[in-house]
């Protein structure tokens, strides 16, 4: 009869904690970079702005929760969605070791987030949470939103 009692309090504290990871943890900004560089498809300059997150939401419920929460203080103080090709990249702050010493010359290298060394290493390409575009959403599966004015489509990464 006790090992019942404590078989269902471990499995509701697991229930709990799945639910917590999955839906309640929203996280917290850590750090905004920006950089601008002339994009020779678009044929002017566009502005990247990568955003670490501490405890990253893991849902797309919970990711969206998260940009709802924190667009309109990203959008007044860093203005990253100026023209249609400016994005913004959601990444965990996960700072990792350089794989190619070469690529700390890039903003975003081939296989990492290394924001031109100014973080002292790069993030993996598996750390990136969702990206945030203005305009409508390009696939069936992206969510839009509206703020001020600004209508923007999250894109999910899987």
């Known amino acids: 009869m006790k090992s019942i009692k404590i078989i269902i309090t471990i499995l509701a504290l697991c229930t709990l904690y799945i639910l917590y990871i999955f839906y309640l943890r929203q996280g917290h900004i850590k ?3 920006q950089h601008s560089e002339y ?4 044929g002017r300059d566009c502005k ?3 955003i670490l997150v501490d405890n990253a939401p893991l849902s797309h419920d919970a990711k ?8 309109i203080e990203i959008i007044k103080k860093w203005a ?8 913004i990249l ?3 702050n996960r ?3 350089v794989q190619q010493s070469g690529d700390l010359k890039y903003w975003i290298a081939d296989n990492a987030i290394c924001l031109n060394g100014i973080i ?7 750390d990136r949470l969702f990206y945030v575009k203005a305009g409508d959403p390009i696939w069936k599966d992206e969510v839009s939103t509206e703020k001020n004015g600004l209508r923007t489509h999250l894109n999910f990464i899987n």
């Open 31 to 33: 750090e905004i970079y």
């Open 39 to 42: 994009s020779e498809i678009w």
């Open 48 to 50: 990247s702005t990568v």
């Open 64 to 71: 969206k929760e998260f940009w709802k929460k924190n667009s």
């Open 80 to 87: 990253p969605l100026t023209n249609s090709c400016d994005e």
């Open 90 to 92: 959601f990444v965990k």
């Open 95 to 97: 700072i990792g070791r």
């Open 120 to 126: 002292g290493g790069c993030i993996s390409w598996d």
